[in-house]
């Protein structure tokens, strides 16, 4: 079999350099080891796939170089995916500020993409293993559980290492090492932090309670809801907090973010000067966690027991509280992949490998990752598109 384009992963990213490249009149073939194209698209969004983020600008990545993502994003903007979308009469609305949800389901998603991929010519074949890949005369030669396969481009869209159960593999990983690629480590990003010992004892029994905070780490910081699980801490700030969270960095957390705290406390001893503080800081966060601050961490007395100085140091401390997490949760409910395939090696405006000419590396398998929000399918959207012009 003999194609101009074999992209190896009908996930995001793998899909959209298909449609892009099978519109220019290449001869495209996709294939995924997977049962079903777009798993991942389908899984997203709580199944109404989150599927752009209108507010999109590069310092929404993490990257190695974050100058990597600018090239591909300022020639595929959201508006360019969203008016896919409504040339396929897909319902959405806006959900926080900029992100983009389906109203019905991620479902059509994907079908437009296939619909898409079908129209432009390309071929998306599912349940195909890709054994191996060698450089020959003239591009490439793979085995796959289909045969023989024979193209002059390979994109390699085989995404991140999240989720196994969907089909995840480091297949791309391997590839680009095969190339003389550099891989910068993996770890999971947009996941749950997990606490252990005395950390998660303090928190025991508060499993569901939300409220919002603004998580502090590696020099970023998110305001939105915090969550607590049974095993640790969960909810948007947390998940967007944990892509520049590792073992040995402090995790700090705004327990009252907006609010001068000791302000807020003063005029709680102003008002109910009898009242116990547990009371009065039940008034600005969930009672039960206002309870277990008390009963663990701070002083439980009358309001009118406290001096402005200890108030004052309370407020700072809540502004500014010291969360000791022990891990994540792991690539089983990570939402994305932090590092992979070296940008420093990659062409920024085409998506081409610099070690091996017709190798090009698109989506999450590529060092750029985003934040939480629809950000990671838009480097999927416009990556593919910036490959699908290329090859
Ligand atoms: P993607 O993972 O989509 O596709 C890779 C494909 O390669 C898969 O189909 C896989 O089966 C295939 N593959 C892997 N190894 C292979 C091999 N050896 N041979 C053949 N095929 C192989 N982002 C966002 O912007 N908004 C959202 O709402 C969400 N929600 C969300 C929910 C959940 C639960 C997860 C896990 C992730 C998200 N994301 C998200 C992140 C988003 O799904 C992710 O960043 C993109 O799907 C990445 O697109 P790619 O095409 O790079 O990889």
């Known amino acids: 079999m003999e194609y101009d384009v074999l992209v190896i992963g009908a996930g995001a990213a793998g899909l959209m350099t298909a449609i892009v490249a099978g519109r220019r ?21 709580g199944g109404r796939c989150n599927f752009t983020n209108t507010n999109t600008t590069p310092a929404n990545f993490l990257s190695a170089n974050p100058h990597f993502c600018k090239s591909a994003l300022a020639r595929y903007t959201p508006w360019d995916f ?17 992100q983009l949800f389906c109203d019905e389901s991620s479902k059509l998603i994907v079908r437009m993409l296939l619909a898409e991929g079908a129209d432009a010519g390309a071929r ?8 191996r890949l060698r450089a020959v005369d003239g591009g490439f030669a793979v085995e796959t559980a289909l045969g023989a396969v024979r193209a002059a481009s390979v994109v390699v869209a085989t995404g991140g290492l999240s989720i196994p159960s969907l089909g995840a593999t480091g297949f791309g990983y391997e590839i680009a090492r095969q190339f003389g690629h ?16 005395k950390h998660q004892a303090r928190f025991e029994g508060l499993s569901g309670l939300s409220l919002p905070v603004e998580a502090r780490a590696g020099g970023a ?27 040995g960095v402090d995790l700090h957390l705004d327990l009252l973010p907006g609010l001068d705290a000791a302000a807020a406390l003063r005029q709680g001893r102003a008002e109910r000067p009898a009242a116990e503080l547990k009371t009065v800081l039940a008034g600005l966060l969930p009672r039960r966690l206002a309870e277990r601050l008390c009963e663990v961490w701070l002083p439980n007395r009358p309001m009118r027991q406290f001096r402005d100085a200890e108030l004052s140091d309370m407020g700072a401390r809540l502004a500014d509280w010291p969360v000791t997490a022990s891990g994540t949760e792991g690539y089983r409910t990570a939402e994305v992949t932090l590092g992979g395939v070296d940008t420093d090696e990659v062409s920024s405006s ?28 838009q480097w999927a959207w416009a990556s ?5 012009q290329a090859v």
Request: glycine fraction near 14%; charge should be positive; avoid cysteine.
């Open 25 to 45: 009149g290449r001869r495209v073939l996709v294939l995924d080891h997977a049962n079903k194209a777009g798993k991942k698209i389908l899984m997203s969004g």
């Open 82 to 98: 969203i008016a896919m979308v409504d040339r396929h009469r897909i319902a959405w609305h806006e959900k926080s500020p900029g």
């Open 124 to 131: 998306v074949e599912t349940g195909v293993a890709v054994h």
């Open 182 to 197: 550099t891989v910068l480590p993996v770890r999971a990003g947009l996941v749950p932090l997990t606490l252990s010992g």
């Open 221 to 247: 910081s998110f305001r939105d809801a915090m969550l607590v699980t049974h095993r640790g801490l969960s909810g948007p700030a947390i998940l967007q907090v944990s892509s520049y969270w590792e073992p």
């Open 350 to 377: 085409t998506l081409m490998s610099r070690r091996q000419p017709g190798l090009f590396f698109v989506g999450e398998v590529l060092d750029v990752t985003g934040h939480l929000g629809g950000y990671n399918f």
């Open 384 to 388: 593919g598109n910036a490959a699908g």
